[in-house]
């Protein structure tokens, strides 16, 4: 079970795009439905809009620039084709990013192109291919077990709880493919999200499979790659690693075990204290626990690699320390990784 809190994020650490942002976004644009995103096409987008590998961060204390923050089909469809060939581009929302540019630099590499992030009307032709990146689901009474409903932010009281599972039944449809709410929302503007009621959801890839030779942390680019035998680039995940006032190891280390839906157990003696919180407190699990719903734990004590509860938030805020990755990278990488492969912390001046 996951001791340390170096594990938890530091909020504020980094400027990072709010709910409300990512809402207001898709409220400037009326296009995005599921219809739109299935027609989208990638060339006709490259051909018609200057998109380049620099992009504006937009702070969560600044203004919105609508031309910057509007959503549009065309990246839904990228994201989705991105995480369709392993490429992850962290939470699907229809938005330019880095997290985005990142996907770009992976599948560019696991092709053998130059990974600079810039979507040419060559990689448009590439990546896009047909039939809908956008389908259909069926919410089961399955569903409805994993819902545990609000979950309070004080750590005593999430102890109190039996798991900390998903807030909602939006919530645990967009993070099984791998969507922020907002979008999903967004091309189901009607739905209760009741069972037996089927949504629009993006048709997310299969898991990737392989043996894992090792795995790069890269901390200039924040983004996990993932290899395979012969140095082939298995897949590669957006991820927050450390913060500047909690930085990630350095050098190698190697994984030791994979735990799936892990509790968590905060003691304030070993780190920061949360709030008023000042005994040892025994979390129970769920994908809404401190560290998600995986830990892969690493040969320095205290650190791993982890899932979150906030997925849109990966590489937008700092942790303690720890890797970061939404929940369904890092169940991914669980499946593969077994104990013993290595993770090279890699450092500015080595990255790609």
Known sequence: ????????????AFAFLSFFYISDALAQSPTITAEAINAASLVDYVASVAFGADVVQVASNGPIVAAKVAADPALARLQILLDQAGASPGVIDGLDGSNLHKA?????????MNPDGELTLALAARLDSPGDTIGAYTITAEDLSAISGPIPEDYAEKAAMTK?????????????????????????????????????VAVTGKN???????????????????????????????????????????????????????????NPKVNFQQG????????????????????IGLSKPSFGIHGTPEPSRIDKTGSH??????????????????????????EPTTAY
């Open 208 to 266: 990737r499979k392989g043996t894992v030779a090792w795995i790069e942390a890269d901390k200039a680019l924040r983004q996990v790659r993932v290899y395979g035998e012969g140095g082939v680039l298995l897949a590669a995940y957006p991820a927050t690693i450390g913060s500047q006032d909690n930085p990630s190891p350095s050098g190698t280390h190697v994984v030791k075990h994979a735990v799936s839906m892990p509790g968590y157990t905060y």
């Open 276 to 295: 008023e919180n000042t005994e040892v407190l025994t979390i129970p699990p769920g994908p809404n626990g401190p560290v998600g719903s995986v830990w």
């Open 1 to 12: 079970m996951p001791s340390s809190m170096s594990c938890v994020a530091q909020a504020g």
């Open 104 to 112: 770009l630099r992976a599948f560019q590499k696991m092709n053998g």
């Open 321 to 346: 320390g720890c890797i970061r990755l939404t929940n369904w990278d890092a169940e991914e990488l669980a499946a593969m990784v077994t104990p013993g492969v290595t993770v090279d912390f890699v």
């Open 164 to 200: 900390l599972g998903y807030e909602s039944m939006a919530e645990l449809v967009a993070e099984r493919f791998h969507m922020d709410v907002s979008l999903l929302q967004a091309l189901n503007p009607s739905a209760q999200f009741a069972v037996g009621e089927t949504i629009n």
